[in-house]
């Protein structure tokens, strides 16, 4: 029997030292650890697919929380039943220990395992549409405010249709027309189309 733990956090700018801490302190070593920084919204992830392919049956796998294995109420349990039933591995979630598989095996501990882990799948899922709505309400009110969201637009110059003539003419290469107009040169040419599109 092989300890692994999992952890999750949710961007590459957040801090996962909490959850390895957790590891570190049951003894799970390094190498055994694996670690996403990406949504919980669905189990296509990089490092949870990779262990998926190590986890043998009789494994120990460690998460600190639900919400860490994922926030989708209908997949977290599928991958629970699919790593206990078809893996065939234990779980242990660390702030739940009435989510243990390896207490419990009987008919009533089987059932207590299962309601408890369909309440925490349904908090994690909830918390994620909360999350969610607060994004998209803190969005619509930034936009209120005047703050403007994404790269800032490039302006053509005002010599745009000089610097056209010449680059056509084949005076200068397209690196340096678009050099010129201070922008690369996908968004030269993109300027270029538009401003045809205008003439008409």
């Known amino acids: 029997m092989t300890k692994y ?3 999750r956090v949710s961007t590459i700018d957040q801090n996962e030292e909490r959850q390895m801490v957790e590891m570190r302190k049951i003894g799970i070593s390094k190498d055994c650890i694996f ?3 990406q949504s919980g919204k669905d189990f296509n992830r990089k490092s ?5 392919k190590k986890l043998k049956k009789g494994d120990l796998l460690y998460i600190l929380s639900i919400d860490r294995l994922g926030r989708n ?3 977290i349990q599928e991958q629970w039943r699919f790593l206990t039933r078809e893996k065939k591995i234990d779980i242990a979630v660390i702030d739940m220990p009435l989510l243990d598989t390896r207490n419990g095996k009987d ?9 408890v882990l369909q309440i925490l799948s349904f908090v994690a899922q909830t918390e994620r549409e909360n999350i969610r709505t607060r994004q998209s309400q803190g969005i619509e009110a930034a936009k209120l405010k005047g703050v403007v969201f994404g790269r800032p637009k490039i302006k053509c110059p005002e010599n745009f249709d000089e610097i056209i003539c010449t680059w056509k003419s084949g005076d200068i290469t397209t690196e340096i ?5 201070g922008m690369s040169i996908r968004t030269f ?3 270029i189309k538009n401003a045809k599109k205008r003439t008409f």
């Open 5 to 7: 733990g999992y952890v």
């Open 189 to 191: 040419y993109r300027k």
């Open 48 to 52: 949870y697919k990779t262990m998926l």
């Open 73 to 75: 109420y209908e997949d």
């Open 177 to 181: 027309a678009a050099k010129r107009c």
């Open 107 to 115: 008919l009533m501990g089987t059932f207590i395992a299962d309601v």
């Open 35 to 37: 670690i996403d920084k």
